[in-house]
């Protein structure tokens, strides 16, 4: 929120204080804490009368430093808190040198100079990446007596805000007001589903405010040339978090708050769903399967929305007997046409559910001050609200979830669980606007767990809206409730980026978009972003979004890049390993890629596909796009056409195809099967070999499933390539792009094969 009234006034009615200068000081190996005064003091009478913030640094993991200033300590903290997950081997060391004090962590240092006016300054590889200046460490109130502590961080020249969670606005948050606080507002405004209170930036750094509650952002919109941030509170702190590129931003940011879980194999395949109020029953089920069973469209999951349950009743976890009277028959039916089986829920219980009055008996719904349970007649009539801060209520709504799991669901999508209310008592105490945000990490976790434990480690899948900071622990996550129109695709695509610039690894939307009906040109435009995003659901709100309804050319668009994707799984699997190991999304801005290339720091209606493909979406009627490219020489994966960069494209593409470019120097792996996701990925495989540089060996690693990996070594020696494998479990193939496109496939003799480079 804002504070001041333009450069020189305070708002009406504000009063605030910043630290002004550094009273004492207290040193110890690990960590300092600093007192500042929030007036210049000359004189012993000066120290009356006014406050002292106490500032604490430390540093919970090497390269990050973490800054926490309190006005009045007396605060009782009632949680929920983050689960930080603290390197317990590392310590920061403190310095000193006449007037500078200095906390060091790995290549980031936090230095203080007392004999100057207040500043902190972050420090590395020589140069100040931020500052908290005059105005960086302070409070203020307003005129309704609240209490607020503020951090202000500095932005230079240049320098690009990103992050914050799944926001549809600008993709750079420069100039906006951001308030993390959780919404059900769809992807066309200001509003988010999943509220992250951490950014980063284009100079090699990233911070995180510790406050699962509202925290309220001023990104270059208050000072122009700051971030602020504050709580409503006696006290903020915040980590900062050195790269010094977004990748190690990312690797340092989520080891804190936690690593995505790798989804099963099976789920990067192609979701169908009933769609959201359309009528439906097991025949519409059938002939749906069918229907893409018999246009070679392969499927892997079938998704129910809300009404498998019965209209009023959500959630009462049990199918419409009048539309589904015997589900676990037709859930073996699928089951036994390989498909896996997704189902719609919601931390919600509708007064006509009979687990309305069992919940309320046993003290598991939501409450107000006066005993009451918390209701209202949005969404679901009379609904309450499950409270997850009692162990015995988590357990509670577990056990229903594992009767589903029995039946034979193997995924749930977890709607919902942003419009909590903040005029309530929590189980646990929790203070109620901390949980506003927290309350879907609660939620999810919940559902992960029963899944992970019915299906096995590796097995367990969401399709989540809502999440705050750590929530990409649980994947996967989708861009909510959108329009069916190019705008909104763009939007989404938006959303999708600001995710993983956020910590989450994985991200899906709907196909054709949810709210309206998709023109055939929308569809056949969003199925080919869909399927080359890390999840693919076709899904919507009063149409069905099987491709048939559209025309026959979007049947073989859908067919032709389900397909696509399948053979492209030893590559994304890898990428989604990595997104395990070190943070870094499947679906990656330019930027991730590509730091050093000023270009890409705005790019937000392309992204790359794993470390090595380039993807732009058609967002135009008449296939125009507009793109661009990094240096070197690039290979389009369905044409093989060569494409030399950097510099922007301006091309018209058929509904066949869409800019789909390999990078300079990688070794694309193609499964050789495209019927399913899951299939010995290197038995078979064909390398793709793009621009190799000479004398540069490349590392191909290709995943197996419950397997040992292959890995194959690319290396080109003036005029010949040759590829090495080691581990490969059959016979594998070398395909070579060149200036005429790519080269027919030459299948191994033995464990290495040379070839000559074309042109």
Known sequence: MKFTDGYWLMRAGVQASWAKQLADARTEDDRLTLYAAVRKVERRGQTLNSPLLTVECFSPAEGVIGVRSVHHDGEEDHGPRFALAEDPGHAGKTSSDGSVLELSSGPLTLRVDADRPWRLDFVADDRVLTSAGSRGTGFATDPDGRHFSIGQLSLGVGELVYGLGERFTPFTKNGQTVDVWQADGGTASEQAYKNVPFYLTNRGYGVFVNHPGLVSYEIGSESVGQVQFSVEGQSVEYLVIYGPTPKEILDRYT?????????????????????????????????????????????????????????????????????????????????????????????????????????????????????????????????????????????????????????????????????????????????????????????????????????????????????????????????????????????????????????????????????GTPTPAIFKRWAQFGLLSSHSRLHGSNSYRVPWDYDEEAVAVTRDFTRLKHRLMPYLYRAAEQARDTGTPVMRAMLIEFPDDPSCHVLDRQYMLGGDVLVAPVFTEDGTVEYYVPAGTWTHLLSGEQVTGPGWRRERFGFDSLPLLARPGSVIPFGAEDETPEYAWADGVTLRVHAPADGVETVTTVPTPGGAPATFRTRRDGDTVTVTAEGAPGAWRVQLAGPEGYAEPVEAGAGSLTLPVAG
């Open 255 to 515: 080891a804190l708050t936690g690593r995505p879980a790798l989804p099963p194999a099976w789920s990067f395949g192609l979701w169908l769903s009933t769609s959201f109020t359309t009528d439906y029953d097991e025949e519409t089920v059938t002939r749906f399967v069918r229907g893409m069973a018999e246009r070679d469209i392969p499927l892997s999951v079938f998704h129910f929305d809300c009404f498998w349950m019965r209209e009023y009743q959500w959630c009462d976890f049990t199918w419409d007997p009048a539309v589904f009277p015997d589900p676990e028959g037709m859930l073996a039916r699928l089951k036994e046409q390989g498909l896996r089986v997704s189902v719609w829920i919601n931390p919600y219980i509708g007064q006509k559910s009979p687990l309305f009055a069992e919940a309320r008996r046993l003290g598991y719904l939501v409450r107000k001050a006066n005993g009451d349970v918390w209701q209202w007649d949005m969404w679901q009539a009379g609904m309450a609200l499950v409270d997850f801060t009692n162990p015995d209520a988590c357990e509670w709504f577990a056990g229903k979830l594992r009767v589903l799991a029995g039946q034979g669901v193997d995924c749930f999508k977890t709607d919902f669980g942003e419009r909590v209310p903040t005029d309530v008592v929590w189980h646990d105490g929790s203070d109620p606007e901390r949980m506003h945000n927290y309350y879907t990490q609660l939620y999810n976790e919940t559902v992960f767990r029963v899944l992970t434990e019915a299906r096995g480690e590796g097995e367990a899948v969401l399709f989540a809206r809502s999440a705050t900071a750590g929530g990409q622990q649980f994947p996967v996550h989708w861009g909510g409730d959108c329009e069916s129109t190019f705008d909104a695709m763009a939007e989404s695509l938006r959303g999708g980026l600001s995710l993983g610039l956020s910590g989450f690894g994985f991200w899906s939307h709907d196909i054709g978009g949810f709210e």
